[in-house]
């Protein structure tokens, strides 16, 4: 077999494989009986995003994404929170640090939209600092 005919073979075993993983990748999930509690991370940039139905495909907490750096607000953040805990997914918080602003700036960014009473259900336990 030529070089020529070596490389050809080889980029199209790699084209294969890297097409197969696209295609199986967004479908695959730990066995529930190595993992039987399973989750999912969203910001905003996932748009609307159907509660109820990540529920019944086996969703049982999600990560939402509250804030970013030191003055970003997800827009979504408060709605998204709502209707994970009306589907009955387990919901919390978390902030992407950036390396923008200092660490205090950005601690008090994500505790501004963390802080409102109503987004934390009763099943949800907060420790807050005394004040």
Not at 12 to 23: Q, S, T
Not at 37 to 57: C, F, K, M, Y
Not at 98 to 127: D, K, Y
Request: proline share 6%; aromatic share 12%.
């Amino acid at each position: 077999m030529s070089r020529f005919s070596a490389l050809l073979v080889s980029m199209i075993a790699f084209l294969a494989l890297g097409a197969g993983a696209l295609f199986l990748a967004p479908r695959w999930t730990p066995s529930r009986s190595s993992y039987p509690t399973q989750g999912i991370d969203v910001s905003g940039h996932q748009g609307a995003i159907d509660w109820p139905r990540l529920r019944g495909q086996g969703v049982d907490f999600a990560y939402i994404k509250a804030t970013e750096g030191g003055d970003f607000k997800d827009k979504h953040f408060a709605e998204n929170f709502a209707a994970a805990t009306k589907a009955g997914v387990r919901a919390g918080a978390y902030h992407f640090f950036t390396l923008c602003r200092p660490g205090a700036e950005q601690a008090a960014n994500f505790l501004v939209p963390c802080r409102r009473p109503s987004i934390w259900s009763s099943s949800v336990t907060v420790a807050r600092p005394s004040e």
